[in-house]
């Protein structure tokens, strides 16, 4: 089996032979090549990945490139793990938003709006040449926004997707921990978008969840308030915080010395650092302190349940197909789903509660238009998808802020005529 890792200067892959490295029966792996447009990322990380290996004594064939020509021939599966505009553009992300008092993040508001701008195109030359150079592969992709680039290929690719984010996984682990109770034993239904997701119908050991284990859960979790949950007969997703705690979440964000992604910055100058570092052949301390990782456990399941034919429950981002009445069909979902040698398929769920569908609906509604604006280059419909959008929704701060958010990201938009 051959997998390509495109993005592999990023510092979590190392991530990915580790996980790889415990799975060796039931993914017989011979060939991994890394791929990145960043040669000097590419050569830190690959170097250590070839000691890391060598230590671990997992026997794999690594072949390195830039070039999506080059990696993708041959290729059963494709990991896609891409940030166009680096941590640098992130910067940007959040905290244009923030100067104009909206929520500064990664992947939720104004700020997820132009991280997908910049991503999209992107991940739709990978999809074609996945197309060209190995059509039976599939992109088992976390490159985030993961919703809205699922939407994207789905809708201008033939290419096959599996959209992945932890947020689901780690859901059902942070329910355990939260009432001490075997992962196993906690069961639920999940409805929504990649990052705002709702897990209801929720059981442990077969008998619904009292009031109090909410509480318990929403205690243990921290960012969402227990009597919400309660009320909304469902647990959030942790991003869904900056929607319904929005006033106070901007505020903390603005007080904040450094933002997110500065700090991210600071930590992996030091990561890099250790990879590149000839003596390092086991995962240094420093990317414990990089965090967002867990990835790879996710990715590696989809791909050992589609390779070995093996039903595996996971939640992954995927055409919505008639699971949810009130969506389109062709829309993106992140959702429970059966996945097999068949391919991947969404599991039927209970009804939705009724206070949580509409802002289902709302932010479905922006992240079609942000894929249209993305594709097209259309100021005009990127100004309608951050109006649509319920963490913006006013004019007046689509019109000051919309044009600061393509200035900053110039380089990286092609299809914009600015």
């Excluded at 969840?209 to 969402?224: D, K, N, V």
């Excluded at 993106?332 to 009804?351: D, F, K, L």
Aim: hydrophobic content about 40%; aromatic content about 8%; some cysteine.
């Amino acid at each position: 089996m051959k997998i390509t890792i495109i993005g592999a200067g990023s510092s979590y892959t190392p991530e990915v032979l580790e996980r790889l490295n415990g799975m060796r029966e039931e993914l017989p792996v011979t060939d991994i090549t890394l791929m990145d447009i960043n040669e000097e990322r590419l050569n830190i990380v690959s170097g250590f990945c070839g000691r890391y290996a060598k230590h671990m004594g997992l026997n794999v064939n690594f072949a390195c490139t830039t070039k999506l020509s080059e990696a993708l021939p041959g290729t059963d599966f494709v990991i896609v793990q891409i940030r166009v505009g680096g941590n640098a553009a992130r910067i940007n992300d959040e905290k244009i938003p923030l100067s104009f008092g909206l929520v500064g993040q990664e992947t939720t508001g104004a700020g997820g709006f132009m991280k997908a701008l910049r991503t999209i195109p992107a991940m739709l030359e990978i999809a074609h040449a996945v197309e060209e150079y190995c059509p039976d592969a599939w992109i088992i992709n976390y490159t985030n926004p993961t919703g809205i680039v699922a939407e994207a290929v789905n809708k201008y690719s033939n290419a096959k997707i599996a959209g992945l984010c932890a947020g689901g996984f780690n859901g059902r682990n942070w329910t355990a921990m939260g009432l001490n109770v075997d992962a196993d034993s906690v069961r639920y239904d999940l409805a929504g978008l990649n990052h705002l997701n709702f897990a209801y119908n929720i059981t442990v050991k077969g008998k619904p969840l009292t009031e109090e284990q909410f509480r318990t859960i929403a205690a243990y979790r921290g960012e969402q308030d227990a009597e919400m949950c309660i009320k909304l007969g469902a647990l959030p997703s942790p991003y869904l915080q900056y929607y319904y705690h929005k006033s106070k979440r901007v505020k903390e964000l603005q007080e904040k010395e450094m933002c997110r992604a500065e700090e991210v910055l600071s930590v992996e100058k030091e990561v890099y650092r250790d990879y590149a570092d000839p003596a390092c052949e086991t995962k240094p301390a420093s990317i414990e302190k990089r965090g967002g990782g867990g990835y790879s456990e996710i990715a590696l399941g989809v791909i050992s349940a589609i390779y070995n034919d093996k039903d595996t429950w996971i939640t992954v981002n995927v055409p919505n197909r008639g699971t949810f009445s009130w969506l389109p069909d062709d829309a993106v979902i992140e959702t429970a789903c059966m996945v097999n040698a068949s391919g991947i398929r969404p599991i039927n769920a209970g009804p939705v509660p009724k206070a949580v569908r509409g802002l289902i609906c709302a932010v479905k509604n922006y992240e079609q238009l942000a894929v249209e604006a993305a594709v097209t280059g259309s100021v005009e419909t990127a100004e309608l998808a951050l109006l649509a959008h319920p963490l913006v929704g006013e004019w007046e701060l689509v019109k000051g802020m919309l044009p600061k958010l393509l200035e900053a990201n110039r380089q990286w938009l092609k299809n914009f005529k600015l």
